[in-house]
């Protein structure tokens, strides 16, 4: 059969999303990476392109993607037991590179266990069918990542048994409970640690004080879940993530290792009564390859890194060009959102002036996404600028100086 009608029905959607500016644009290829040298950090080289490019546009917060303690441990786990895990984790496609970064990351985020997923967007997906049934409840912030909202949809939650605060309004939250029904036996509270498109974060303190205070009302008690795939390795004193620095734990944590880790994957860390439902009722975790020997085996050396002197030294060096950066952006007079976070918002608040910032940035070198209507509400357009440990005091000077000409 011909893809002929399946294709001019999906051409008339793609031309719809081109039609209300939804459609991303074509994707850059990136041909080389080179790495730090004297007052310079790493620069990317683009195909098409003459000109090295400064990104700070990367999750990698640490930079730690080319760290070569990480590219050693993922030879060593591809040479010792090869590059794919050949079946699911139940059909004997569990490696101990596998189980080693579940206790390694259980241990990070101070819980008994944890489970790893190809992704933190897996995770939230996995953890959704692993902890709901007909008498829970789910009550999230109105900015929760992608991940989180979908989960609710595949975990078939239904409307009823939802409820949205407003971003960060503690008193929006206290009015969610009012939604929940008579015969909800269980209440989850889940929100982003860190609110990837605005730099901010969830104050986790307040949030678990009004999930005790409602605990008592419900049979299974209210959860609390975090989602920190922005937080974990980058914030907090020894980046524990957004819970350090909110000197609160929430019940479960997921996270990724696909940001300030440098690698890819994700994880849930939780009791190990929870992580083995996980394991037993997770179709994303059941039915799927695990991730590689090799990822597991870079994401724990670099949880190790994290916790060692020079992981300390690297978030230091991304706290000092975090603030140079929010410093300068301040000095010329530009708007962001306040916080110590290295995603660094520059408020534009105007789609066309966001477009062509980007483009002028782009043409000066400087790899930043412009956020605009639908990812963002209209009037907070914006580029979103992150920071890395990598970025040398130079590098930020030199995207302050061009944003100087730019604005
Ligand atoms: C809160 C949150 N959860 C999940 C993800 C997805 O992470 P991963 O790439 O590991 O699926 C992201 C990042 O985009 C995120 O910001």
Redesign the pocket.
């Known amino acids: 059969m011909s893809l002929e009608n399946l294709d001019k029905a999906l051409q008339a959607e793609l031309e719809t999303l081109h039609d209300e500016g939804r459609a991303k644009q074509p994707e850059r290829i990136i041909t080389d990476y080179l790495p730090a040298a004297g007052e310079r950090g790493p620069r990317y080289r683009l195909q098409g392109e003459q000109k090295e490019f400064i990104r700070l546009n990367s ?1 990698s917060y640490l930079s730690l993607s080319n760290h070569p303690a990480l590219i050693e441990a993922a030879d060593n786990a591809t040479h010792a037991c090869g590059v794919g895990p050949g079946a699911v984790r139940f059909i004997d496609g569990t490696y101990s590179h596998h189980i080693d970064l579940e206790n390694r990351v259980a241990q990070f985020v101070g819980k008994p266990a944890a489970k790893i ?8 997906c996995g953890l959704a069918l692993a902890i709901s049934n007909k008498k829970t409840h789910w009550v999230g912030d109105q900015l ?5 909202i979908r989960s609710m949809r595949i975990a078939g939650i239904p409307s009823a048994n939802k409820s949205i605060f407003k971003h960060n309004d503690m008193d929006d939250l206290h009015r969610c409970f009012a939604e929940v029904g008579d015969d909800i036996e269980r209440v989850i509270v889940v929100f ?5 498109m605005r730099g901010d974060y969830a104050p986790i303190d307040q949030i678990q004080e009004t999930a005790d205070r409602y605990a008592h009302k419900y049979q299974d008690g209210v959860i609390t879940v975090v ?4 937080g974990i390795g980058a914030y907090g004193d020894t980046g524990r993530g957004t819970p350090e620095f909110c000197a609160t734990w929430p019940d479960i944590v ?6 300030a880790f440098g690698v ?3 994880f849930i860390a939780a009791s190990t009564t929870v992580i083995e439902a996980v394991r037993q009722k997770a179709d994303t975790y059941i039915y799927t390859n695990p991730l590689s020997v090799a990822d597991c085996a870079a994401a724990t050396i670099s949880l190790d890194i994290c916790d060692s002197e020079e992981g300390l030294s690297l978030l230091a060096n991304l706290k000092e060009r975090t603030a140079q950066f929010r410093q300068g952006l301040s000095n010329l007079g530009l708007e962001s959102i306040p916080g110590p976070h290295p995603v660094v918002p520059l408020m534009v608040r105007d789609t066309a002036k966001t477009r062509k910032l980007v483009n002028d940035l782009f043409n000066a070198g400087v790899l930043v996404v412009g956020l605009t209507f639908p990812v963002v509400p209209k009037g907070d357009e914006s580029i979103r600028f992150q920071i890395n440990a990598a970025h040398s005091k130079a590098d930020i000077d030199y995207v302050l100086g061009v944003l100087e000409t730019l604005t």
């Open positions: 999750n997923f190809n992704s933190a967007y897996t995770s939230n929760n990542h992608n991940s989180i982003d640690g860190i609110f990837s989602d920190d795939s922005h997921v996270g990724t290792f696909g940001k890819n994957g994700g």
